[in-house]
């Protein structure tokens, strides 16, 4: 697919800003087929969407090039215009989840050439209140693990801090009180996590949603009463096998609308964002976004 006007969202502090660094090299390329490129350094938190409510309406494809922060602000501004542009992702950050999922190559050169393919899917969209989300949102342990991670380990070690935060929050986990009510569940009772996914990734592994379709309509819901033996054996034999995770202290489903309630008031973690609270109505919005996807992408079966 050939694009005329192409807006470029540019995260500088991004990851280890290896991407900021070849940026000079990989623009001839994207000029290709992508035609005229307005590149926008996006400095401070709001730039990407000032320039994109500036400039959406008179361009043909968007790309973050950043890491998850830049995707969210991204999808945050977009989601609210009438006519969206096709929006690609030019992965320059710790984790990437979500480019992971639409299956665009990390290493930099093979994502501009993924995106320089422009093969375009109808992404769903989720959304809880006046807030977009591509990836997940939680409560729980999921917010306490970014919580936990400094900024400058998180830029040294990269994803492998999630990791050793999450292993030192789930020996701390602490139940909560929480309500999540859709038309065939309503659960009532104790959890240390919920998890409501679009994507299949979180922390940059195919953690919790390994069966999940980002085109299919659906959220993907997990309860994880409290984090057990049985419940990680469970979630990792679903990453080789076509079986949804079940455990006794797991509750899975999918639905298109969720609320959500707890006691005491949470703090929820939306695409590595925490801006919101408890209670909420999440829903998607099926095919609500054009996006670059990768080669590897596959739709669901119809």
């Not at 710790?94 to 050439?113: G, V, W």
């Not at 936990?148 to 050793?164: D, P, V």
Request: with cysteine; glycine share 8%.
């Amino acid at each position: 697919m050939r694009f005329d006007k192409t807006l470029l969202l540019v995260n500088p502090h991004a990851g280890n800003n290896q991407l900021n660094q070849e940026l000079d090299r990989i623009l001839p390329r994207l000029r290709k087929g992508m035609g005229s490129i307005h590149v926008v350094q996006t400095n401070r938190p709001g730039d990407g969407a000032r320039a994109i409510a500036e400039q959406a309406s008179s361009v043909d494809l968007v790309i973050a090039a950043g890491g998850d922060g830049t995707v969210y602000e991204c999808i945050n501004a977009l989601s609210q215009l009438e006519q969206r542009p096709v929006f690609g992702i030019l992965p320059g950050g710790t984790c990437n989840d979500f480019s992971r999922t639409l299956r665009i190559p990390q290493a930099h050169d093979q994502a501009a050439e993924t995106l320089l393919e422009g093969r375009v899917e109808a992404i769903d969209v989720g959304k809880h209140d006046n807030h977009y989300f591509l990836n997940f949102w939680g409560i729980g342990l999921i917010t306490q693990v970014s919580d936990q991670i400094q900024s400058e380990i998180k830029k040294q070690f990269g994803r492998i801090a999630y990791y050793l935060s999450a292993l030192k929050t789930f020996q701390e986990q602490q139940p909560f009180y929480v309500e999540v009510k859709v038309d065939r569940v309503h659960y009532k009772g104790e959890a240390v996590m919920v998890l409501v996914g679009n994507g299949s990734h979180v922390g940059g592994v195919e953690a919790y949603f390994p069966q999940s379709q980002v085109n299919d309509g659906l959220l993907d819901v997990l309860i994880f009463k409290k984090l057990s033996l049985p419940t990680v054996t469970s979630l990792t034999y679903s990453l080789f096998t076509e079986k949804k995770p079940e455990a006794e202290d797991l509750l899975s489903f999918q639905t298109r609308v969720v609320e959500v309630r707890t006691e005491p008031r949470l703090k929820a973690d939306c695409d590595g964002e925490k801006n919101s609270f408890i209670p909420t109505r999440l829903e998607v919005l099926p095919g609500y976004q054009p996006m670059l996807v990768g080669p590897d992408f596959h739709s669901p079966s119809k």
